[in-house]
């Protein structure tokens, strides 16, 4: 049981440039989410998905994409990568929406 | 939307000495959780607790939710505790968890 698995744990882009963050989970959960932690700080939703199909916004979602095309995989999208978004990102997920989450080992990206 | 305050933002500690951790939230609560980040930046879970009382070696937590507020209790610290305790909340139903701005703990040998 791998729990929740994010690829890759770093990331170098160039302003501008456009990437896709994974996330994947095995333990059948229907709740998935995305957060971004900037130092010194705690984490902050950027979207969120409460089963295949289904996906809003939270905090800070601007210049982020999402999608859920199966329960499992829950990719975010940065469309046009800037500096202003170098943080360390983190994938979530839960059982439903008032019980306890788990999170990814974090994908550390850096936009130069 | 709900606010959440932890205190103390930093502690310093000997090992063996024992801490308490405050997270007071605005708001009613469905969910909360204490997470451990280590200092590889692992977010480890500790609690789910909205409401009670519960116990993890060392480690114990007590939410009173009408009170709004949880408590984090670290007994016998040792150098592996160090690290950054969040505290996260939740009251929606979406599991949208808000989190505080964390207690940096530093224990040494």
């Known amino acids: 049981n791998a729990g929740v698995t994010q690829t890759p744990k770093f990331q170098v882009l160039k302003t501008g440039q456009s990437m896709t963050l994974q996330c994947a989970q095995d333990?059948?959960?229907?709740?998935m989410s995305w957060y971004r932690q900037d130092p010194g700080m705690g984490l902050r939703l950027i979207h969120y998905?409460?089963?295949?199909?289904?996906?809003d916004q939270g905090e800070v979602p601007n210049g982020y994409n999402v999608s859920r095309s199966t329960t499992e995989d829950f990719p975010l999208r940065l469309l046009s990568a800037a500096p202003s978004q170098t943080s360390v990102y983190f994938c979530a997920s839960s059982y439903k929406g008032n019980t306890e989450a788990f999170f990814g080992q974090g994908t550390r990206l850096t936009v130069v | 939307g709900i606010q959440v305050e932890q205190s103390p933002p930093d502690l310093i500690l000997q090992e063996g000495a024992n801490s308490t951790l405050r997270c007071n939230f605005s708001d009613s609560v469905n969910n909360l959780q204490w997470f451990h980040q280590n200092p590889w930046g692992q977010l480890i879970n500790l609690f789910y607790?909205?409401?009670g009382t519960k116990q993890n070696g060392r480690l114990s937590a007590t939410t009173v939710a009408t009170e709004r507020y949880s408590l984090l209790y670290i007994s016998s610290s040792q150098t592996t505790d160090s690290g950054v305790y969040f505290c996260?909340?939740?009251?929606?139903?979406?599991?949208?968890?808000?989190f505080g701005t964390g207690t940096r703990l530093l224990v040494s040998p």
């Open positions: 333990m059948n959960h229907e709740y």
């Open positions: 607790i909205p409401s």
């Open positions: 996260a909340v939740e009251n929606t139903g979406f599991q949208k968890l808000v």
């Open positions: 998905s409460v089963g295949a199909g289904i996906t």
